[in-house]
């Protein structure tokens, strides 16, 4: 496959966007749009497909005559943008299928439709980008219209801050990456990326660029503390977007991550996989804690992308480790898990935030306060949801276990490292990501008890309905995919072997000795893993269950002390709640880190009025970054706001201050 190829339907994303423009309003537009979507992602996910499955190495590049003056554009298609294009429109194609139906219950759908198809062309653009120009202004294209996107909810109350906290962000990670290729470009005039592996950095030029990498591209990926933009302005998002927010735009930024650390910079050092190990560690425990003091649905699912953003940091920062100390099998198994869990929580976050959006088409609610006994009302999107559930809880055999389950390979194998910062880091980490495991189970155990189980809380949701087959069809395919991965994920090692190697290049195969069923990362003698295994096992005992069960069980009338004050009709005020279910956890972790408090205001006997119960948290991060950063702007402004009213004698001797004080720093820098 060549890259004017892939341009060429890229193009064709631009096109659907100019026919939104001209039939948005009209009722065919939104299927017309978002069918030209779902085929163009569909063909660059086959021909991506096609290119990894034939393993062509030689990279296809193309240039056109377009950019800053005396510049052009340089587009390069490799195996790592092979890669990311396939896990981009994979979940383009679905989310757009999905679209044709969902678009229809959009109250103002002109708002959506000219910046969805830009979306998805603007993320193929980063990633088959070749130089700096080209880069950024993909990048920034990809921003404004996911921006867009999210303002197109702008009647909601919450939706305009959230809309100008992500604005402010994408600003932040743009200028972030805009000194990244500065530094890496040097003092040459050529800012193409085959120019920048030429370049040989300093230890402390390289040292900058990874600060603003982490900045830049850290920011929109989600790294904690730069992740509170990503809370909320993915829900604020209508539900197929936020499906391609958190499961596909977070990992164009980790595209970003892995092409800068991996291919541009040049030599490693040891101790920025220390750095990006203990941002991953923090990243991971942290956004599973916020999740799970969650009641809104949207907004959890928001959290939990954050926590798996720090999974596949953690497999970055190994692989940068293992690299730097000589280990280049173990770098390519701890890159082949981030990879993997790239795919897989593109995957499975995905089908989330879609079912999420059917569960918010058919209720109108995303608080999960109001839900309950929608697996008798939505049974298709019940099982999705649970099969979802199980995937991003990393329960095998599906397919969240086999990443993460390579991830705990790398971190077991950590000690081979002959750093003692990194001996101790390694190991600490891998306990925070057990916690985070554990936490992430409980969260989606709430998440599916209180949404879909038990009685229902209000009205409208007692009266919901299935939604259509265009909106249960992607949730199926995705459904099936987070089975047949974790079942038989050798497919895609397969499709990951050639992309490893191509990072790493001093390691011939990585994961040789794994076979169609089994993975064996180190050798016979070492750990393994059988997704069919496990699933023949809990098939057998299941069946071996229900069997006694049913054969021994005794169906005969017993008689016990009345429960529950004899009422045999719960009501279902009495059922848990989403906050009375995650108490236990605030009891423990939010006290200290969130400042959690419960606010009781309790009826005295004989008072007829109703009972109140508020839950406050508080973030620890905006609270000590961004709240006084905040401040300080607005000081500056205000300070600033007085220049307003100067008059022109001001203005010019300001003009003139200036001026000497660039004079001065231009001769002391010659």
């Given at each position: 496959m060549s890259v004017d190829v892939i341009l060429s339907a890229i193009a064709c994303l631009f096109a659907a966007s100019l026919v939104a423009l001209l039939s948005g309003r009209a009722r065919f537009g939104t299927s017309l749009v978002y069918g030209i979507c779902f085929v163009v992602c569909f063909f660059i996910a086959g021909e991506s497909l096609t290119t990894l499955l034939n393993g062509v190495k030689e990279a296809s590049t193309y240039e056109l005559p377009v950019g800053l003056p005396l510049f052009h554009s340089h587009f390069r298609m490799d195996l790592l943008s092979t890669f990311f294009l396939l896990v981009i429109n994979l979940l383009g194609g679905l989310a757009s299928l999905f679209g044709i139906e969902y678009g229809h219950h959009e109250k103002e759908p002109i708002r959506v439709l000219p910046f969805y198809p830009i979306f998805i062309a603007g993320m193929n653009l980063v990633v088959i980008s070749d130089d700096a120009f080209s880069f950024l202004v993909a990048w920034e294209l990809m921003s404004l219209a996911s921006w867009f996107l999210v303002l197109s909810t702008h009647k909601e109350k919450t939706t305009p801050y959230a809309a100008y906290v992500y604005l402010v962000m994408a600003s932040v990670s743009t200028i972030a990456l805009f000194v990244v290729f500065m530094l890496l470009a040097g003092s040459g005039s050529d800012y193409t990326f085959a120019a920048m592996r030429a370049n040989h950095l300093t230890a402390f030029t390289s040292n900058l660029v990874l600060l603003f990498v982490i900045l830049g591209a850290g920011s929109k990926a989600g790294i904690v503390p730069l992740h509170v933009w990503l809370p909320l302005a993915h829900p604020a998002a209508p539900s197929h977007v936020s499906a391609l927010m958190s499961g596909v735009m977070t990992k164009v930024a980790i595209y970003a991550i892995i092409r800068i650390l991996f291919d541009l910079i040049g030599p490693l050092q040891w101790w920025w996989g220390g750095v990006l190990l203990i941002l991953g560690g923090v990243t991971a425990l942290m956004g599973?804690?916020?999740?799970?003091?969650?009641?809104?649905?949207?907004?959890?699912?928001?959290?939990?992308?954050?926590?798996?953003?720090?999974?596949?940091?953690?497999?970055?920062?190994?692989?940068?480790?293992?690299?730097?100390?000589?280990?280049?099998?173990?770098?390519?198994?701890?890159?082949?898990?981030?990879?993997?869990?790239?795919?897989?929580?593109?995957?499975?976050?995905?089908?989330?935030f879609l079912g999420s959006g059917a569960v918010l088409t058919a209720t109108g609610h995303r608080d999960m306060e109001h839900m309950g006994g929608l697996i008798h009302r939505m049974p298709v999107t019940a099982f999705t949801f649970l099969i979802g559930s199980a995937a991003i809880s990393a329960l095998p055999p599906f397919n969240g276990f086999v990443s993460e389950w390579l991830t705990f390979q790398a971190i077991l194998n950590g000690v081979q490292l002959p750093q003692w910062a990194l001996k101790f880091a390694t190991p600490?980490?891998?306990?925070?990501?057990?916690?985070?495991?554990?936490?992430?189970?409980?969260?989606?155990?709430?998440?599916?008890?209180?949404?879909?189980?038990?009685?229902?809380?209000?009205?409208?949701?007692?009266?919901?309905?299935?939604?259509?087959?265009?909106?249960?069809?992607?949730?199926?395919?995705?459904?099936?995919?987070?089975?047949?991965?974790?079942?038989?994920?050798?497919?895609?090692?397969?499709?990951?072997?050639?992309?490893?190697?191509?990072?790493?290049?001093?390691?011939?195969?990585?994961?040789?000795?794994?076979?169609?069923?089994?993975?064996?990362?180190?050798?016979?003698?070492?750990?393994?893993?059988?997704?069919?295994?496990?699933?023949?096992?809990?098939?057998?005992?299941?069946s071996l269950l229900a069997v006694c069960i049913h054969q021994f069980a005794s169906n005969k009338v017993r008689r016990g002390a009345a429960w529950d004050c004899g009422f045999p009709d719960q009501p279902p005020e009495t059922q848990y709640t989403a906050s009375s279910f995650a108490q236990p956890i605030r009891r423990v972790f939010g006290t200290s880190i969130f400042s959690a408090r419960d606010h009781v205001d309790m009826p005295r006997p004989g008072e007829t009025r109703a009972a109140h119960f508020k839950v406050t948290l508080r973030d620890p991060v905006w609270d000590g970054i961004y709240a006084p950063v905040s401040k300080f702007v607005m000081w500056i402004a205000d300070i600033l706001n007085a220049t307003r009213f100067f008059s022109i004698r001001r203005y010019l001797v300001m003009i003139f201050i200036t001026l000497i004080f660039l004079l001065i720093i231009a001769a002391i820098m010659q």
């Open positions: 599973v804690l916020y999740a799970v003091m969650q009641h809104d649905l949207k907004r959890l699912l928001a959290y939990s992308t954050v926590e798996n953003i720090g999974i596949i940091i953690i497999g970055i920062s190994l692989a940068l480790a293992f690299r730097a100390n000589g280990f280049p099998m173990l770098a390519a198994l701890s890159l082949t898990a981030a990879l993997f869990h790239v795919l897989n929580h593109a995957l499975f976050k995905s089908l989330l600490v980490v891998g306990a925070m990501l057990a916690l985070a495991a554990a936490l992430a189970a409980v969260c989606f155990v709430k998440v599916f008890g209180i949404v879909f189980l038990g009685r229902a809380r209000s009205q409208v949701v007692a009266e919901a309905r299935e939604v259509g087959s265009l909106m249960l069809l992607p949730m199926i395919v995705l459904t099936a995919l987070c089975a047949l991965i974790g079942i038989l994920p050798f497919g895609v090692l397969v499709l990951l072997r050639p992309v490893v190697t191509s990072m790493i290049p001093d390691v011939a195969m990585p994961l040789a000795n794994t076979n169609w069923h089994l993975l064996i990362p180190f050798g016979a003698d070492g750990s393994s893993y059988s997704g069919l295994t496990v699933l023949v096992a809990v098939a057998i005992f299941a």
